[in-house]
């Protein structure tokens, strides 16, 4: 993989406490502390631009994303909001002092770009993978409608980052696909993940079809019981 170099920039940051962002996302952050307030603000000021950061177990990770401030209001409960959209992933490095003196941190980010010769020959086969296994996964949940929309997605990396969307994806692992950068080497990493999914969704449906087999038997067994028992009253009454 090669990056295209990109300019170095100086973002206001708002954490996100047990959350994670993906490019391509919209969404809703109510600004419902003064830490969050404050980052706000220094976004209005720095060209509607702030840096979304994942705050887990008190570590911020290597790879944020940077975000434009689409809309800003108020929610019903009269909480201050912004509608944000997730544009691209950058590469988290030296702070630097807030120039308002509010509080705000701010951080150097290296926006990720990623060259279009940089593609691995086999990305196409992992595709095609990616979405078989998906489209699997999803067929077993009885949603196996829903892998028709992958075929719209081209970008290796894209693709990857669907995987967020599985429910059951701990946040580290959000975090981990976050943090990788290579697109080839993301796609991997789902596709893994995917692969495990399946797994242990077999072994589950194994253990249901053991449980539901296990009560069939148990039900055949008493009727038939059942029947030598009548079959033995009617003997006896004779």
Known sequence: ?????????????????????????????????????????????????LLLVPLVSERYASVGVIASIETQGELPNGQ?????????RAVIGQGSPDPEGAGVLWLDARPVR????????????????YRAAVGVLLERQGMG???????????????ADTVHEWPELSVDRKVELLEEID???????????VHEAIAEA??????????????????REFLLRQQRSQRHSDLVAR
């Open 1 to 49: 993989m090669s990056m295209i170099d990109a300019n170095i920039i100086s973002l206001p940051v708002l954490p996100l406490p047990g959350g994670v962002v993906f490019p391509g996302m919209v969404i809703t952050v109510a600004l419902d502390s003064p830490t969050a307030q404050a980052a706000g603000a220094a976004a209005v000021k720095a060209g509607n631009q």
């Open 183 to 193: 697109p080839a080497a993301r796609l991997r990493l789902a596709l893994a993940w």
């Open 114 to 129: 990623i060259a279009d010769d940089a593609t691995p020959a086999d990305v196409v086969d992992l595709k095609r993978s």
């Open 145 to 159: 409608r829903l892998a028709s929309a992958l075929r719209d997605i081209t970008d290796p990396g894209a693709l």
């Open 80 to 88: 201050r909001a912004l509608v944000l959209r997730a544009i691209e």
């Open 202 to 219: 077999d072994v589950k449906e194994s253990i249901r079809d053991g449980v539901n087999k296990g009560i069939e038997n148990q039900q």
